[in-house]
């Protein structure tokens, strides 16, 4: 055996070494409740004992125990940040060649901007991509190859410097590119654009057998598929090739607001149905459930001293209230005027309350990353990090009539915790291939309840208990109705629900595990696969 097959055999041997110990402590924690002082882990030579690029930390693991929902902690055994994307490859390797049984799980975290602990792994290893960064923009093919780890925020300013810009965007910039395409990444710009998922040329993945693969959609199609809005089941994505479009620099941004849900969805219908050059650049919308929400809500800044609105001139009689949402791209050479008039022609036809309009012109990078503005003032005050119950719902257009008589002026009331979003997105700019999943008409609705349970609510209908409660309600009424909804960022926690949510794709889905991640290593804060090991991809169950 020559020198370098020995050094290799020698790295692996260790790696495998330190995974066995890994699995023993996780055993005695979980069967006997064993507590280690993870203080003995330095006496593992790291990183020279496993040849990582990066490094393994056993010693500050509550760093990654909890996420931005702060509902869930689990504690991994240790936390690799990976110098390369062979780290990964090697890690995932080394636990799927350990044993089908042992146990041990790995999970891919990005920003921590879960809610309910996708990215945990309890007593497994959890991999701390924000270490593995990288931008690359081809301006003349009109793509940015983009390494898992890296936040939007970065993708943005890296690809304005070539004047050009991803297509689809998120609301909030700070999460990270594999952890938005493993779900689906969406905003405005999705009824043009479709989600981000949309809008990806190739991927580099890390299956859960540990294989380093390329894929598109002409290469390794079924993965390339897979992956995407997949939950991290079937790989870890260390590279996406997305496309870009050009950048615009200012933004017009347009609000109205309503009384009534039928005109709101009407004339949100209406935008996403025109053509592309005859439309808004961006259409979302919010509900305000009472009068309060309208000064407290982060997304109502626009009720302020330099643009005054009233409630008590709207005469809203304590009515439910519907904000419309929209922008128009433009460049700083464009003339004003002709903006001003693309504006008005596009607002003509809607039936909103006429003394509600309020618009603005920003630049456009201001315009994307108008939520981590509030972000700061919220840390500022001690409010951000706080358990976020969210609840995000794909509801289809022909049942959002019956969800708002049931839930906005129903069992919500007169309370609120947060913004409550709501915007259509047309079907057709998904695609079915991939695991991501939609209701059943052509176009359907996002609601997204971003509530916060806030330290001073203890007690109050908006404590974390309340509002969790509210979310189980809000799910029976689906179900008890029929509304067909699918829960987009999903977690559920019985193999039932899963089936239900993606009904005649399950089969599909487990096949691809089965295939992909055969022992059920990767993401097991997802609680999908969770005791069900090993999968056999010959006879899915």
């Known amino acids: 055996m020559d020198t370098s097959k020995a050094d290799n055999w020698m790295n692996e041997y260790k790696t495998s070494v330190l995974l066995l110990l890994l699995v023993v402590i996780s055993r005695l924690i979980s069967s006997v409740g064993l507590t280690l002082d993870l203080k003995l882990w330095p006496c593992i030579p790291y990183p020279q004992c496993l040849a990582f690029d990066g490094r393994m930390d056993s010693l500050n693991t509550h760093l990654v125990a909890t996420d931005f929902g702060n509902l869930d902690r689990h504690l991994p055994a240790a936390v690799l940040h990976p110098g390369s994307v062979t780290d990964i490859a090697k890690l995932v390797k080394s636990v799927y060649e350990l044993s089908p049984y042992s146990g041990l799980t790995v999970a891919a975290r990005g920003h921590g901007h879960s809610i309910h602990g996708q990215a945990q792994a309890l007593n ?4 701390e991509m924000r270490t593995l960064r990288g931008i690359h923009v081809d301006r003349a093919n009109a793509y940015v190859d983009v390494l898992g780890g890296e936040l939007w925020i970065d993708v943005l300013h890296a690809t304005l410097k070539e004047g050009l810009a991803p297509k689809s965007w998120t609301d909030y910039l700070y999460l990270s590119v594999g952890g938005t395409l493993s779900n689906a990444g969406i905003s405005g710009q999705a009824f043009q654009h479709g989600p ?8 580099e993945v890390v299956t859960g057998k540990g294989e380093i693969l390329n894929c598109s959609r002409h290469q390794n199609v079924d993965l390339f598929q897979g992956v995407l809005g997949g939950l991290g089941q079937f790989g870890i994505i260390t590279t996406a090739r997305i496309e870009l ?4 620099q200012r933004v017009r941004w347009i609000r109205v607001l309503y009384s009534d849900f039928a005109a709101f969805t009407r004339d949100q219908e209406y935008l996403i149905s025109l053509p592309k050059n005859s439309t808004f650049d961006y259409v979302e919308g919010f509900v305000i459930v009472n009068n309060e929400g309208l000064l407290s809500n982060w997304r109502s800044s626009y009720f ?7 409630v008590s001139s709207l005469d809203t009689k304590g009515r439910v209230l ?16 002709v903006i001003d008039e ?5 607002l003509g036809p809607l039936d909103f309350i006429p003394a509600s309009v309020f618009t603005t012109d920003l630049s456009y990078v201001e315009f994307l990353d108008r939520v981590h503005t509030t972000e700061l003032k919220l840390r500022s005050k001690g409010l951000w990090e706080v358990p976020h119950p969210w609840l995000n719902l794909f509801i289809p257009k022909s049942k959002i009539a019956d969800f708002d008589a049931g839930v906005f002026k129903g069992i919500l009331r007169n309370t609120t915790s947060g913004p409550i979003l709501i915007y259509p997105m047309n079907g057709s700019k998904w695609d079915n291939k991939t695991s991501a999943v939609t209701p059943d008409d052509e176009i359907f609705y996002l609601v997204g309840l971003l509530r916060s349970a806030l330290p001073s609510s203890s007690g109050s209908d908006h404590n ?4 969790i409660d509210q979310n189980n309600k809000i799910l029976q009424f689906c179900r008890e109705q ?6 987009y960022l999903p977690h559920y926690t019985t193999e039932a629900d899963w089936k239900h949510h993606f009904g005649s794709r399950w089969e599909k889905f487990v096949q691809r595990k089965a295939i992909y991640d055969p022992n059920a290593i990767l993401s097991p804060g997802q609680r999908i696969f969770n005791g069900r090991q090993p999968l056999n991809a010959a006879a899915p169950y």
């Open 196 to 203: 981000q998922i949309s809008n990806v040329q190739q991927l």
């Open 322 to 337: 519907y904000c419309l949402e929209m922008t128009k791209n433009y460049n700083e050479h464009d003339a004003l005027h």
């Open 124 to 127: 497994g290893v959890v991999i």
């Open 304 to 310: 302020s001293p330099q643009n005054p609105v009233k």
């Open 464 to 467: 974390l208990d309340s509002l």
């Open 342 to 346: 693309e504006v008005e022609s596009l």
């Open 482 to 487: 029929g509304l067909g909804e699918k829960m």
């Open 245 to 248: 479009e050009p950048a615009p």
